[in-house]
């Protein structure tokens, strides 16, 4: 019994649901190829935003614009730090075929002006994980890590920084120390 439910909980595909990361990421159809996003404070450090978290904004959308939603290659390139607030995602199919599909995509807030700046853009790679063989092996471990109790939290470093370190409140961050 026991055995079984190991099995389906490694083969269980992960969902979005109504966790605060999945409703931080959720972007809204404008029309066809561009969405809109708010860009939440929550996932700051010291006065930009998360790297990651916008990666994930425009996958969602990449999801949704392409025929194959699941990402299987990602490329980014962060051209200007973002801030919390409104931004524009812009899709693109830059190739449609039977297994996989490749997008591209720019995330674009507004500045004082009302000019558009681009923050990221993205090159990615879909396809579908369901069609793939069950069986899939790879020769990849996991990094060596010292026990959780050896590690360093957000509370051993330095004193706050200047700016937000609101990201810290949402993920519980653990580094090697000898890292």
């Known amino acids: 019994m026991a055995q079984a439910a190991t099995e389906a909980a ?3 595909r992960a969902t979005i649901g109504d966790s605060e990361f999945d409703r931080d990421t959720a972007v809204t159809l404008r029309e066809e190829g561009v969405y809109d996003a708010e860009l939440s404070a929550g996932w700051t450090i010291i006065h930009a935003v998360n790297g990651g978290y916008l990666l994930a904004l425009l996958g969602r ?7 194959h939603a699941d990402p299987f290659s990602v490329s980014a390139h962060y051209l200007t730090a973002s801030v919390p607030g409104p ?4 899709t693109q199919t830059v190739r449609t075929g039977r297994t996989l599909s490749t997008g591209q995509a720019s995330l674009f807030q507004y500045a004082e002006d009302g000019s558009e700046i681009e923050r990221i853009r993205v090159l990615a ?3 579908d994980l369901d069609a793939l063989p069950d069986d899939v092996r ?9 026990d959780r109790d050896h590690c360093l939290g957000p509370s051993d470093g330095a004193p706050r920084i200047p700016g937000s370190s609101a990201i810290t409140d949402r993920l519980d961050i653990k580094l090697d120390p000898a890292t």
């Open 138 to 146: 790879t020769t990849a471990l996991p990094p060596a890590m010292p």
């Open 125 to 127: 790679t879909y396809g």
């Open 61 to 67: 959308a990449l999801g949704e614009a392409l025929p």
């Open 10 to 12: 490694r083969t269980a």
């Open 87 to 90: 931004a524009v995602i812009r």
